[in-house]
């Protein structure tokens, strides 16, 4: 017996139910577990996770965009995670792809990094200043010190991490005699 209350089938704009998501579930886990080989399990997972890239693939994509062979893997590591939850995971794998196709030469480099420009441009933005754009507008800081803009001007702009002198102590004129000219 029927109850009115509780129809057999879903409304139309209920989405998925339970059993489907399940089924879906169990069907996913055993393809992935007794499937294939490890490159078609490894493109079931990037489908369902908007592609991927590990953190060594990550770094030495970096490497080829920045220019930079001493990148902090810490630094790495936290801006692949924030890439990833910007939605860059997809494009990240598609420009990890290009560029490894490219060869050597810096315009080739380029030519490729140019199919996933705002992945790339998201990419750089990390290294060199240390901030992703989010999702809603937000800024997540992923490093500061680590963060290329302080090596590439080591060698005569210290960075700096906290305001130096006494309260005001902008408010005098400088003493020309410390100055590097």
Do not use: K
Not at 76 to 96: K, Q, S
Request: proline share 6%.
């Amino acid at each position: 017996m029927r109850n009115e209350n509780h129809p057999a089938t879903p409304s139309a704009g209920a989405g998925i139910d339970r059993r489907t998501l399940l089924a879906g579930s169990f069907a996913l886990g055993a393809a992935l577990f007794l499937g294939g080989t490890e490159g078609a399990q490894a493109a079931q997972l990037d489908a369902l996770t908007g592609g991927t890239v590990d953190l060594p693939a990550f770094l030495a994509l970096s490497q080829r965009l920045t220019g930079h062979d001493d990148l902090d893997e810490d630094h790495g590591a936290a801006l692949l995670e924030a890439l990833r939850g910007a939605g860059h995971g997809g494009a990240l794998a598609n420009l990890h792809t290009a560029v490894r196709a490219a060869g050597a030469a810096p315009e080739a480099v380029a030519a490729a990094a140019a199919g996933e420009a705002v992945a790339a441009r998201a990419l750089l933005r990390g290294w060199y200043v240390g901030l992703v754009a989010m999702p809603g507008g937000q800024e997540r800081l992923v490093g500061y010190d680590t963060a290329l803009m302080a090596a590439v001007t080591a060698d005569f702009i210290p960075l700096r991490s906290f305001c130096g002198g006494a309260p005001h102590f902008w408010a005098a004129p400088p003493e020309l005699d410390d100055l590097p000219l």
